[in-house]
């Protein structure tokens, strides 16, 4: 089963950009429905964006539309978030996860397999 890695999170001021990582093993990027999730100490969880398994263009969030951008390198077996533009509401645990079919989805309960998470904070 693949386990995942995610690395980049931190500490950015409002305005700024941050790229989160997100890093295979035991499995291949490419064989699995890939998605980001964000959650914020007393809210739900949000998708945040998703990529299909051979797919090259991703879907994102509404809260996120036009500032991140997912991408997938397989040569690396890593899946990206590039964060723009980052809100002080963008502060969340930023998780990475992997389903075990073709299309990405917008729901968590979805996914098989999680990463531990990294943190973002965005200040104002």
């Known amino acids: 089963q693949v386990q995942l890695v995610e690395s980049g999170g931190g500490l950015v001021q409002a305005g700024g950009s941050m790229r989160l990582s997100c890093a295979a093993s035991g499995g291949t990027v490419s064989s699995y429905g890939m998605g980001w999730f964000r959650q914020a100490p007393g809210k739900e969880r949000e998708f945040v964006g998703g990529l299909s398994r051979g797919g090259v263009v991703p879907y994102y969030g509404d809260s996120v539309k036009g500032r991140f951008t997912m991408s997938r390198d397989n040569a690396k077996n890593t899946v990206y978030l590039q964060m723009n533009s980052l809100k002080p509401e963008d502060t969340a645990a930023y998780y990475c996860?992997?389903?075990?079919?073709?299309?990405?989805?917008?729901?968590?309960?979805?996914?098989?397999?999680w990463g531990q998470g990294t943190q973002v904070t965005v200040s104002s």
């Open positions: 996860a992997a389903r075990s079919r073709w299309g990405f989805s917008r729901l968590g309960s979805e996914y098989d397999y």
